[in-house]
């Protein structure tokens, strides 16, 4: 199918999963770099300093791949600590360098940037002073949001403010992403608070007077009851509530649920909250992204899954693979806040836990699994579009194999794959199936 005028086809990444280069050009510590020292947090215990894919000096090369590809669109994230080792205050001139040349030549390829201002590499100086679980959280992020606004606004069309906020209930209430806490209440209050953060990044996007779009995004791993026990059907409730709902409801619906209130307070695990956290969220979005990867099957009688990989979909079993369902998954949030923003999807991929190898024959990786998992989805996408839903874009996770949080090397998600001795980056055949469907689909 030929997909509307200006549609995004784009692929995802992050600073921390990509940067490397250890801590050239200035960047400060992230509580990712504190949390990867700490015995078996991270698979293979590699550290993001050091085991990414060192696209701090080899960004050229990254481009080279993205205009290969034949991709109008980049989401990237700005480490908050390159910019602001601090965390606020004095901005470290070249981290900021760094950015706007990333942003030029991508906009010189015809490349939109798509930038996320918060994508888990929260600045250690800030861990200090309390991290998310501190009410200046909010000032400070909307600090960081302002400085970035006055230097990029002018040139980037969409900015994403936090990149799925369940990262930040991992890190402070699961204990298995960083900083590595394992409090429930804890983990509350800081998904409540970057939350909040966020929409007072939107306001200080509003306040900077740029026309571009600002949203966020949430990734949904919808829970499918696995019989029809009101067990099963509860835990799959209990699941949704906790997992996605909790975001959803407080972004695209207002506020949170009662199930979910109830539940926190019956726990003691209740954030504390003020009418001003509201108004904040309630600032009018311009678009909602979507991560959509699976679903989850519940079951009382299963062993509990969740958690198995921990990589950044923590939820993800890779048992399961589910493309199809981000038709019936995107339809229900439609519904749900009769939205009526447009929609991207901001992430979606094939993650695959185990080695990828090059092929000595013909120099591929033959990932026909991931083949197949994308073009199902794409063709998810087709139908929701065919169906009318305002869809402006689609970003796949992710352009190259990179460091996949607490599963180290372990999962691959990369349409290229990345030799982490010599950081080549080889095409999988994935890469080339992505780049014929833009080409037909345009
Ligand atoms: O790698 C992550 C990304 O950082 C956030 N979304 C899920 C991806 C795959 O796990």
């Known amino acids: 199918m030929k997909f509307p005028e200006g549609f995004k086809f784009g692929v995802a990444s992050s600073s921390a999963q990509t940067e490397g280069c250890g801590f050239e050009g200035g960047r400060g510590l992230s509580i990712w770099d504190v949390f990867a020292e700490k015995p078996n947090a991270i698979r293979g215990g590699f550290k993001p300093s050091q085991a990414a894919c060192e696209s701090y000096r080899m960004f050229d090369t990254d481009l080279k791949n993205l205009i290969g590809l034949g991709v109008n669109s980049y989401r990237m994230s700005i480490a908050w600590e390159r910019v602001l080792p601090e965390g606020t205050g004095a901005l470290n001139q070249k981290g900021t360098d760094y950015y706007k040349r990333c942003f030029d030549k991508l906009l010189e390829a015809g490349i939109a940037p798509n930038v996320t201002l918060y994508h888990w590499d929260l600045p250690q100086k800030l861990e200090e002073k309390g991290g998310w679980l501190s009410r200046d959280s909010k000032r400070w992020f909307q600090e960081y ?53 966020s929409g007072a990044a939107v306001e200080a996007y509003r306040a900077s007077g740029h026309k571009g779009e600002i949203g966020v995004v949430v990734d949904i791993w919808k829970r499918i009851p696995m019989t029809n026990t009101p067990e099963d059907i509860a835990l799959a409730r209990d699941e949704d509530e906790e997992n996605w709902k909790f975001y959803t409801d407080r972004l695209l619906g207002g506020g949170y649920s009662d199930y979910i209130l109830d ?61 199809e369902g981000l038709y019936d998954v995107l339809h229900m949030i439609r519904d749900m806040y009769k939205l009526k923003i447009p929609i991207y999807i901001s992430e979606n991929g094939y993650g695959h836990d185990g080695p990828e190898t090059v092929n000595a024959a013909d120099g591929m990786v033959h990932d026909d699994y991931r083949i197949e998992y994308l073009s199902k989805a794409l063709e998810a996408v087709e139908k929701l579009i065919a169906d009318g839903v305002d869809i402006r874009g689609y970003y796949l996770w992710t352009l190259m194999d990179n460091w996949e949080w607490s599963a180290g090397h372990d999962v691959k998600y990369g349409l290229l794959h990345t030799d982490f001795e010599t950081y080549e980056r080889t095409w999988k055949k994935s890469a080339y199936w992505y780049r ?3 080409a037909q689909s345009r």
Request: with cysteine; charged share 20%.
């Open 436 to 438: 014929d469907f833009i």
């Open 263 to 323: 539940k926190f307070e019956k726990e003691g695990t209740l954030m504390q909250m003020e009418d001003e956290d509201f108004r904040l969220t309630n600032l009018p979005i311009d678009f909602y992204g979507m991560n959509y990867y699976n679903t989850v099957p519940v079951s009382t009688k299963k062993e509990n899954i969740v958690g198995a990989n921990q990589g950044g979909n923590f939820a993800e079993d890779r048992k399961v693979s589910n493309p």
């Open 145 to 197: 949001a302002d400085k970035m606004f006055r230097l990029y606004g002018d040139i980037i069309p969409n900015w994403v403010t936090l990149n799925e906020p369940i990262s930040v209930f991992c890190g402070y209430g699961l204990g298995f992403f960083a900083p590595g806490y394992t409090n429930k209440a804890w983990g509350n209050q800081a998904r409540h608070n970057v939350m909040t953060a």
